[in-house]
């Protein structure tokens, strides 16, 4: 089994920054991509951002320019630095992960608990 614990959500003004953390533990072999999306009341969940274990990122064209996804792969960690936070980006983030627990098993996607990000005067 695979944890996912995320870190790093709360209140920000608009215009502020935020970083969320996202740590996986448990059974890993191999994390292949590794993401963030986020979901607003009453609307669908959206990706945010990803990245692949060798680095290639993906950004949803509303956050680009604003917002970097990184990762350790030491650490089996993935962040999300969020800058120029607008009130449209209040939402609950969750982490996500592809996790591969041991040769021959089949990756399997694992997403963390969600955290709470607040962007509000």
Known sequence: QVQLVESGGGLVQPGG?????????????????MGWYRQAPGKERELVADI?????????DSVKGRVTISRDNAKN??????????????????????VRSDIGIAT?????????????S
């Open 17 to 33: 920054s935020l970083r969320l953390s996202c740590a996986a533990s448990g059974s890993i072999f191999r994390i292949s991509t």
């Open 52 to 60: 692949i274990n060798i680095g290639s990122t993906n950004y949803a």
């Open 77 to 98: 960690t993935v962040y999300l630095q969020m800058n120029s936070l607008e009130p449209q980006d209040t939402s609950v983030y969750y982490c996500t992960a592809n």
């Open 108 to 120: 399997k996607t694992y997403w963390g608990q969600g955290t709470q990000v607040t962007v509000s």
